[in-house]
Nanobody, 119 residues
Framework: QVQVAEFGGGLVQPGGSLRLSCAAS????????MAWYRQAPGKQRELVAA???????NYADSVKGRFTISRDTAKNTVYLQMNSLKPEDTAGYYC?????????????WGQGTQVTVSS
């Protein structure tokens, strides 16, 4: 069984920065890819960024150049450094672990952490 837990989140002013962390426990096979998703009220959950155990990454166009995903494979921990935050980045952020780059795979989800960008 894989367990996933997010840390960080909070209230930040526009233009500010925030760092999210996600720790996963379980087999290395099951957590080959770790990803961050977000869901704003009334909107569908969307992929923000993902990274595999080899360091390959994928980003949503809306966050390229502002967000950076990184991973400590030894600790099964992934980080999301968010810079130049905008009000439209406000959402619940969720971490997902899965054994494949097929992002429709069910995977293992954390409970989520709220990020609010507001002055």
């Amino acid at each position: 069984q894989v367990q996933v837990a997010e840390f960080g989140g909070g209230l930040v002013q526009p233009g500010g920065s925030l760092r999210l962390s996600c720790a996963a426990s379980g087999s290395s096979f099951s957590i080959y890819v770790m990803a961050w998703y977000r869901q704003a009220p009334g909107k569908q959950r969307e992929l923000v960024a993902a990274v595999d155990s080899g360091g390959s990454t994928n980003y949503a166009d809306s966050v390229k150049g502002r967000f950076t995903i990184s991973r400590d494979t030894a600790k099964n921990t992934v980080y999301l450094q968010m810079n130049s935050l905008k009000p439209e980045d406000t959402a619940g952020y969720y971490c997902k672990a899965q054994p494949t780059w097929f992002m429709d795979f069910v995977g293992y989800w954390g409970q989520g952490t709220q990020v609010t960008v507001s002055s």
